[in-house]
């Protein structure tokens, strides 16, 4: 077996050849491997809560083959301009009830313009009122709208690379890998931390596994939280009818996205309504150590809360606490 150091200083000069060689070890070792990293770093029996919010949904310019909020393909989803700030309050006070620890809110656009980032700017202020961590994933941000995030106290950019670089020329043709990178420098650069991660089951193959680990894990630091989701297939979207992703493959994906990035939570993202419970209790032994709870993803489902909570019981695992997070008075 390769040999996994446990608890070493993160690294970000990850070789491709120790990338792919993790991918290659005997399934039991890269599990048991990833599970020495992940009690090195974690307490293996904690899980962070998320909760997602589309507040601008469908209509979206952009091509990705994945994504049933593309303008350009049939899905069904119906567009609905950007929510009102009390809505969104309303809903993320009702997610932190249910436990949810950080408030993602979602928007189907290309890149906000500066009116629209002013009303996102207060509902940061609002949610993040409510003691909750905010998060947000709006497309391509310059530098000064990362920084206006920053100050209305926005915790963390979604912005995910999604794939390895030849495959992503494949699945999206209205940007490029260096227009994800571009936002991703002005993120850290606006100090906001960075939740940036792919989908799998696409029809990519391992080399491109191998090569977005790769890319993600030699960013200048790693991402604070990295999600790995599994494609939801949604008819209507180019991707629909794509042969599934062997499980234990995704599974490996997320092994060894943890021994890649010690001190990142590796989020069980999209994909889980379709999971088991037992594929669900392979990846958490694998090293993922958050998920998005709530019934609903952006637009597609997502496990019910009930399911989740007696899944948690089930394995004995907790919800991360809240306590760290004082809430702001304004
Ligand atoms: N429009 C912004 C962008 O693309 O960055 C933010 C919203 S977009 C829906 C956020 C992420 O959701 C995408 O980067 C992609 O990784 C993920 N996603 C979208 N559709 C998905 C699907 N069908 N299955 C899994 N993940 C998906
Ligand atoms: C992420 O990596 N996955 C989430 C969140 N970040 C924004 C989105 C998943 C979307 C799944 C398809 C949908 O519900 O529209
Ligand atoms: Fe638009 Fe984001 Fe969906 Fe791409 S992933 S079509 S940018 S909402």
Redesign the pocket.
Same mark, same amino acid.
């Given at each position: 077996m390769t040999a996994i150091p446990p608890s070493v200083e993160p690294r970000t000069d990850w070789k491709l050849a120790e990338v792919r060689a993790l991918f290659a070890l005997p399934f039991n070792d890269l599990v048991y491997g990833a599970q020495c990293v992940h009690r090195a770093n974690f307490d293996p029996n904690v899980v962070q809560m998320s909760t997602l919010l589309s507040i601008k949904t469908g209509a /979206?310019p952009?091509d /990705?083959a994945y /994504?049933p909020?593309?303008v350009r393909y049939d899905t069904g989803v119906a567009p609905e301009a950007l929510m009102d700030v009390e809505t969104v309050v309303a809903t993320a006070r009702a997610a932190r009830e249910n436990g949810a620890t950080r408030f993602c809110m979602g928007a189907?656009y290309?890149g906000p313009k500066d009116r629209q980032l002013d009303t996102i700017c207060k509902m940061v202020r609002e949610v993040k009122a409510l003691g909750l961590e905010t998060c947000a994933t709006l497309?391509m941000l310059t530098s000064r709208q990362a920084v206006c995030l920053k100050q209305a106290g926005l915790d963390y950019y979604n912005h995910n690379l999604d794939s390895s670089a030849s495959f992503y020329a494949k699945i999206i043709t209205t940007r490029t890998y260096e227009d994800r990178l571009d936002t991703l420098a002005n993120v850290r650069n606006a100090g906001l931390n960075v939740c940036c991660g792919g989908i799998v089951g696409m029809g990519e193959t391992r080399v491109d596994r191998v090569e977005l680990l790769h890319t993600l894990a030699t960013l200048e630091e790693h991402p604070g939280s990295v999600p790995i989701n599994q494609l939801v297939q949604v008819a209507g979207t180019p991707l629909a009818g794509t042969a599934e992703l062997d499980s234990l493959e995704f599974v490996r994906t997320v092994a060894v996205a943890r021994i890649l990035m010690p001190r990142a939570h590796v989020r069980l993202s999209a994909g889980r309504e379709t999971m088991s419970d037992e594929m669900q209790a392979l990846c958490f032994l694998a090293g993922a150590n958050s998920i998005f709870f709530g019934d609903k993803l952006l637009t597609t489902a997502n496990p019910e809360l009930q399911r989740d909570r007696r899944l948690f019981e089930r394995l004995g695992i907790r919800p991360e606490a809240a306590a760290e997070i004082e809430p702001v008075v304004c």
């Open positions: /979206c952009e /990705c /994504c909020q593309s189907a290309r497309g």
